[in-house]
């Protein structure tokens, strides 16, 4: 069973609040989704839950541990935030091993399998630059999936999916929950959260409530 915690959490900039005193609770097998608009704070919120923002005050704990205290960056948490970044010269499967490397936990067969699950075809020889903005999109999803993570941050991660794409990674998001995984979802498209999410959230200037 995977958590998240925010407690009393605020960011600010300067004298501008991002950030207002943000409480929330998440548990394994939900989808959450969190809506505003641009510059509301969803970024910051996910950013923060994974350890690329620091908290000007507050705590954020994944499984127990504090965020910035007893981890940098939680393993078990895979994210899409913005435009994923490949190697443009490199194959897809390429990237992916390479990513892999880092931590070393996952041999080519799984990562092969990720990219199959997100719709692309592993053996393709083509390189990343010459992918479709739909295609580098899955290839971003798969490489959030590719180490089997208990979290999924996912800010907007059906930019640039056509409408086939939109409905294969709805499927994929629903056996991922089913899976128990826990989902933060971040998305402007109000079918994806009405037909995704178990509870949602509305952030407007920092401040944020529950909507159902």
Excluded: W
Excluded at 58 to 74: R, S, T
Excluded at 144 to 156: Q, T
Aim: charged share 25%.
């Amino acid at each position: 069973m995977s958590e998240i915690k925010v407690i009393n959490a605020y960011k600010k900039y300067g004298s501008h609040t991002v950030l207002t005193d943000i409480n929330l609770e998440f548990e394994s097998g939900k989808i959450y989704g969190i809506i505003g608009r641009n510059g509301s704070g969803k970024t910051v919120l996910l950013k923060s839950i994974c350890g690329l923002i620091r908290l000007t005050s507050g705590e954020v704990h994944v499984n127990g541990k504090v965020v910035g205290k007893d981890i940098d960056f939680p393993e078990e948490i895979g994210l899409i935030i913005e435009t994923p970044g490949f190697l443009m010269n490199y194959t897809g499967v390429k990237n992916l091993q390479l990513l892999a490397e880092i931590k070393g936990k996952i041999t080519r067969s799984e990562i092969e399998e990720s990219i199959k699950r997100v719709g692309l075809d592993p053996k393709l020889k083509k390189n990343v630059g010459t992918y479709s903005m739909g295609m580098k999109q899955r290839l971003g999803i798969a490489q959030a999936i590719m180490e089997k993570p208990d979290i999924l941050l996912l800010d907007e991660p059906m930019n640039g999916l056509d409408n086939d794409g939109v409905k294969e990674m709805r499927e994929l998001f629903t056996s991922l929950k089913e899976e128990g995984v826990l989902m933060l979802l971040c998305s402007h498209n109000p079918d994806d959260i009405k037909l995704l999410c178990d509870h949602v959230y509305e952030i407007d200037k920092g401040i944020i409530n529950q909507l159902y």
